[in-house]
């Protein structure tokens, strides 16, 4: 299954938050180019972890493969702007910021796109890539109930 995408347009150049790709990074940056989100699964233990890191959380492994993470999961807790703090982000007030489970093990922040409901901790989500600059995708999550 393929991530949707969509477009965001910025009132001012985002260059100063565009992601930076390292080696350690850049299997998820291209998974995302190939409409799948992965994350690191431990070889020992099995569990995959979010964000990148060179040890399992979990166990202390160092070994691991990249394996795809569900794109649809859950609000495991939010945040609401009503103040811009940067310039790349005054026409989206206000907007939401969730903390989405996907997954026992994976927990990823994102902004929440197409906000028609009230947000709540459980609410049904999905992941949807939005489109930056310089061929950057970027997760962010909309809400499916």
Do not use: H
């Not at 350690?24 to 995302?32: A, C, I, K, Q, T």
């Not at 699964?41 to 972890?49: I, P």
């Not at 922040?109 to 901790?121: A, F, H, N």
């Amino acid at each position: 299954m393929s991530i949707p995408v969509i477009a965001r347009n910025f009132p001012v150049s985002p260059e100063r938050l565009l992601p930076q790709s390292t080696a350690d990074s850049e299997p998820f940056w291209r998974g995302l180019k190939e409409g799948k989100l992965l994350a690191q699964r431990c070889a020992q233990c099995r569990r995959q972890r979010w964000p990148v890191a060179p040890v399992c959380p979990f166990c202390g492994a160092t070994e691991f493969a990249w394996d795809s993470l569900p794109a649809r999961g859950e609000v495991f807790s939010f945040i609401r702007y009503r103040r811009s703090f940067l310039p790349e982000f005054e026409d989206l007030m206000p907007y939401s910021v969730v903390t989405a489970q996907l997954g026992p093990d994976v927990r990823m922040y994102g902004r929440v796109i197409d906000e028609k409901t009230p947000l709540r901790i459980g609410a049904k989500l999905e992941v949807i890539l939005e489109s930056w600059p310089d061929d950057w995708l970027v997760p962010a999550f909309r809400l499916t109930e």
